[in-house]
Structures are given as C-alpha cells and as structure tokens.
C-alpha cells in the first residue's frame, strides 16, 4: 500500500461548526504533515508529527488542531473557521529523516468555509 | 534565506517539444532538491529529485540540471506530451533544529498543446 487516504474529499462547513480531516496511512512512514494550499499557490506547511509527536507548528491559529493518534493516523480539528481558510488541505508522509525522499501526499480535502 | 524562486509563472508548449523551469534558492544549507507534479484536484506527486553534490539527474524524459555554484536548478521535459499538463513546484529540503522541512517554489502551469 503506497497512498495516502484523506476523508472526507470535500467537506463543507459553517463558521461555528466543529469538523475533523482525517488522513491515514499504512507505508510504515513515522513522520506525518499537513500542508495547506490556496488555488493557484504552493503548498504551505502546517505541522509535523514526527513519531506521533508534534515537532512543527508553523505558528498555525488555534481553530486548526492536529492529533495523531497512531503511526498510521493523522487528523485535523476544524473549529471556528473563517471563509478565508477555505483551501485545500493535504496530508502527507514520509520516513523521519527522509521527507525530501519519500514525501506521499494524499488527494486533499476541498475545505469550503461558508 | 528560506525562499525559492520559480520561473516562469506558466509556460505554453507544442508537443514534441522542450519544457523547461527554472529554480533559484539562496539558503546553502538546503540538501535535496525535488520536483512535485501537480493535477487539478490531486495532491503533488514527487517526479524527480536531484543532491547537490550532482550536475544532472535523467529519467525517462525528464532532467534536472544542477548548478551548485550560481544556486539554480532547472527541470526539462523532453519531447513534451498533452499527459504532462500540469502544475509544476520546485522544492528545497533543509534541515532546521533537527526537523526537516520542504519548501516549495511558486509553481509553473505547465500547458501542452496539440
């Protein structure tokens, strides 16, 4: 198995909803990300869990929470979101140590903020 | 320190033609660098990469020259397809406090015609 499953693929929701992404993974790969991207821009780095602990928070705002449950689990709490964090929202993979070998994304989550 | 820089911004090609992108990076310490293919509603898929103890890299129809000295690499697609109409990032891995991180240059549309 070499992908990267994100869920919900679209995913709409109220600027007082609660909702959560969910990416997983069964390559064995002990580091884990979660990329933000606009149209028409690059990927924007969010987190790193490296051996399901946070190592990176690129000063991301508190109505986005990461949780990694397990080595093969990722997630994303959605809280509160404004309509300009609608956006694509990537997970990926990679060994530790080796993101710039081996980086799988997922397809994303169409996240529309209404 | 932490840019790349991507050009051109999108770039229109016959088949059978050349591609090329062009990337330019100032952090010396990057040690690997990437390119991610992008379709519309896929995440990036990794293409090829390239050390920079390396001049060249060639797969398939695809190279990535190396220049170390000037800190610019560059991706040409031979003998270009309607199948590689896509989105294209350069990236840079660097290493900062013993966490990896990718980061990516500003894209190139890339289009194909017939």
């Known amino acids: 198995d070499t992908e990267v499953t994100q869920t919900p693929k679209h995913l709409v929701m109220g600027m007082t909803n609660k909702k959560s992404l969910k990416c997983e993974q069964h390559?064995?790969?002990?580091?884990m990300y979660w990329y933000k991207q606009k149209a028409k821009k690059p990927p924007e780095l969010m987190f790193v869990?490296?051996?399901?602990?946070?190592?990176i928070n690129e000063s991301v705002p508190s109505r986005f929470s990461p949780e990694c449950p397990n080595s093969s689990l990722l997630n994303l709490h959605l809280h509160a979101l404004q309509p300009e964090d609608s956006a694509l929202y990537l997970c990926?993979?990679?060994?530790?140590?080796?993101?710039?070998?081996?980086?799988?994304f997922g397809s994303g989550t169409r996240l529309t903020v209404v | 320190q932490q840019q790349v820089k991507q050009s051109p911004q999108s770039l229109i090609v016959q088949k059978g033609g050349i591609s090329i992108i062009n990337c330019a990076y100032e952090?010396?310490?990057?040690?690997?660098f990437p390119w991610y293919q992008q379709f519309p509603g896929k995440g990036p898929a990794l293409l090829i990469a390239?050390?920079?103890?390396?001049s060249e890299k060639k797969e398939g129809r695809f190279t990535i020259s190396f220049n170390k000295s000037a800190k610019q690499f560059s991706l040409h697609i031979m003998d270009s397809q309607p199948g590689d109409s896509a989105t294209y990032f350069c990236?840079?891995?660097?290493?900062?406090?013993?966490?990896?991180?990718?980061?990516f240059g500003t894209g190139t549309r890339l289009t194909i015609i017939p």
């Open positions: 990926a993979s990679s060994q530790v140590g080796m993101s710039a070998y081996g980086y799988t």
């Open positions: 390559m064995g790969h002990r580091a």
């Open positions: 869990y490296s051996y399901e602990k946070l190592s």
């Open positions: 952090n010396t310490a990057f040690d690997y």
């Open positions: 390239i050390r920079p103890d390396v």
């Open positions: 990236a840079a891995n660097g290493t900062n406090f013993g966490n990896e991180k990718l980061t």
